[in-house]
């Protein structure tokens, strides 16, 4: 039910023009009971002049006359007050002044008890607009100074609407909830399955880029331990190809070593020989020229005379000629076998030093060998490194390649 335009000035001439209850007044025009017998007792509005419902069109004689007769009756207004909606859609929504007034109550009213129905459906039904709606819902949250006296009232009271249009609209915003719910799940389904694809190669190339990532964190740790494998590996397989080629060429080695040795004394016996000779020849021809004249001078004191001193002479001269070329012709052969004595001897204490020094001789060529072996394949290993990192860098992504 609508409040009566100027609610207490119509109140007051109720009071003065009728005899209806306190109760049956204060139902009209929403006021307190008490607030009405304080005005018939004088106590507040006084000052405040009557308004008449009647001439305003709100009640009639005939409704007043029946609430006089029965005390439980109420009072009813006219069909104008009465449904004010149906009026204002044939009068273009025109509203009263009790409900220009109390459009923001009946506004708040429909927030607090339905929060379910859309702000359009509000809308439609207060004739109002979506800036006033925010207002009064920001201002009672928010508990601002203008709308602290606000209070909700019954809209359907009121009459800005029934109760058949306040239930089409919360099912039209249920409805609507309900579309835009699917419109969102469908929209996000086509969006998953457009996206789909994409994160999974998007994923995929993550994934991708972790392995390979740690792929080369891996290969960067295991690559020091690789080539130090590697490094060790062909050291070995190196120092056990030249422990391989040393014990084959050691007997060579020896052979060869022991025939330039005994080359070398052969040829310093044979100098050293030479050198000698000419003395021992002279030594020998100087030994026998003495034996041979201490010979012949005893033949000649035994020979005293001179003839035989002369023929001894000629004698000695002729046996001396021919010692001399029997000694020319055996000089050769004695030199030969002198020669052949002393190399004899020489051979064999050059053998006995030489098997003494053997094995010291051959440690050292042993050590030399070893050493310029080492320092070959260090040359070699230095050469070889960087192409090998190289490979084995380039063969450590193949095998892991073919891992995955």
Same mark, same amino acid.
């Given at each position: ?192 399955? =457009?996206?789909?694809? @994409?994160?999974? +190669?998007?994923?995929? %190339?993550? #994934? *991708?880029?972790? $392995?390979?990532? !740690? &792929? /080369? ?84 004191? =035994?020979?005293?005379? @001179?003839?035989? +001193?002369?023929?001894? %002479?000629? #004698? *000695?001269?002729? $046996?001396?000629? !021919? &010692? /001399? ?80």
């Amino acid at each position: 039910m609508a409040a009566p335009l100027m609610p207490k000035a119509t109140a007051v001439w109720l009071v003065e023009n009728t005899t209806l209850t306190f109760r049956q007044i204060a139902n009209f025009c929403e006021i307190h009971e008490l607030e009405i017998q304080a005005i018939a007792d004088g106590d507040i509005a006084s000052n405040i002049q009557g308004v008449s419902p009647v001439n305003n069109g709100q009640l009639s004689w005939e409704e007043i006359h029946r609430c006089e007769a029965d005390a439980a009756a109420n009072l009813v207004p006219n069909k104008l007050e009465n449904d004010v909606r149906e009026h204002n859609a044939k009068a273009k929504k025109v509203l009263s002044p009790t409900q220009r007034s109390e459009k923001q109550a009946a506004i708040l009213w429909v927030l607090v008890n339905y929060p379910e129905v859309a702000d359009k459906e509000i809308r439609r039904l207060l004739q109002t607009t979506d800036n006033t709606i925010n207002k009064i819902r920001k201002g009672v949250a928010e508990k601002s100074p203008d709308f602290a006296d606000l209070k909700p009232k019954n809209a359907i009271h009121l009459g800005f609407f029934t109760e058949r249009d306040l239930e089409e609209a919360r099912r039209n915003s249920e409805q609507k909830k309900a579309a835009t719910k699917a419109t969102k799940k469908k929209s996000a389904k086509k969006k998953t399955a =457009k996206k789909a694809p @994409a994160k999974k +190669a998007t994923a995929a %190339k993550k #994934t *991708t880029a972790k $392995k390979s990532a !740690t &792929v /080369k964190k891996t290969a960067a740790k295991k690559a020091p331990a690789k080539k130090a494998t590697a490094a060790k590996k062909t050291t070995a397989k190196k120092s056990a190809t030249v422990k391989k080629t040393a014990a084959k060429k050691a007997p060579a080695k020896k052979a060869t070593a022991a025939k330039k040795t005994t080359a070398k004394k052969s040829a310093t016996v044979k100098k050293t020989a030479a050198k000698k000779a000419p003395a021992k020849k002279a030594t020998a021809a100087k030994k026998t020229t003495a034996k041979k004249s201490a010979t012949v001078k005893k033949t000649a004191a =035994k020979k005293a005379p @001179a003839k035989k +001193a002369t023929a001894a %002479k000629k #004698t *000695t001269a002729k $046996k001396s000629a !021919t &010692v /001399k070329k029997t000694a020319a012709k055996k000089a050769p052969a004695k030199k030969a076998t002198a020669a052949k004595k002393t190399t004899a001897k020489k051979s064999a204490t050059v053998k006995k030093t030489a098997a003494k020094k053997a094995p010291a001789k051959k440690a050292t060529a042993a050590k030399k060998t070893t050493a310029k072996k080492s320092a070959t394949v260090k040359k070699t290993a230095a050469k070889k490194a960087p192409a090998k990192k190289a490979a084995t860098a380039k063969k450590a992504p193949a095998k892991k390649s073919a891992k995955k």
